[in-house]
Nanobody, 118 residues
């Protein structure tokens, strides 16, 4: 069973919106932070948004005010609502889960591509 499975990526024009979803399996039951990272070829993977089990959220400066991370009531599945998308948001987006926000990632999803055209 794959611990994390992303969906919802695609292509959109600048200014548009996308919603990413991450379905979490039971393997992630003992994690207390779920996150979205993104990566473009040749660059390091960067943290975009994080949500702790108590609902506390943190965002990269580059997405504050445009992206919103949320989780369902069971605190298993996590979502990333992306608004006012920019071409520089183009990347492969990965769902991740770990013991605490800012700590090591224990589980990664396979990634979903987001492409924003100008």
């Amino acid at each position: 069973q794959v611990p994390l499975v992303e969906s919802g990526g695609g292509s959109v024009q600048a200014g548009g919106s996308l919603r990413l979803s991450c379905a979490a399996s039971g393997d992630t039951d003992h994690t207390y932070c779920k996150s979205w990272f993104r990566q473009v070829p040749g660059k390091e993977r960067e943290g975009v948004a994080h949500i702790a089990s108590d609902g506390t959220t943190t965002y990269a400066d580059s997405v504050k005010g445009r992206f919103t991370i949320s989780q369902d009531n069971a605190k298993k599945n996590v979502y990333l609502q992306m608004e006012s998308l920019k071409p520089e948001d183009t990347a492969t987006y990965y769902c991740a889960a770990g013991g605490y926000c800012g700590g090591a990632v224990w589980f990664w999803g396979q990634g979903t591509q987001v492409t924003v055209s100008s």
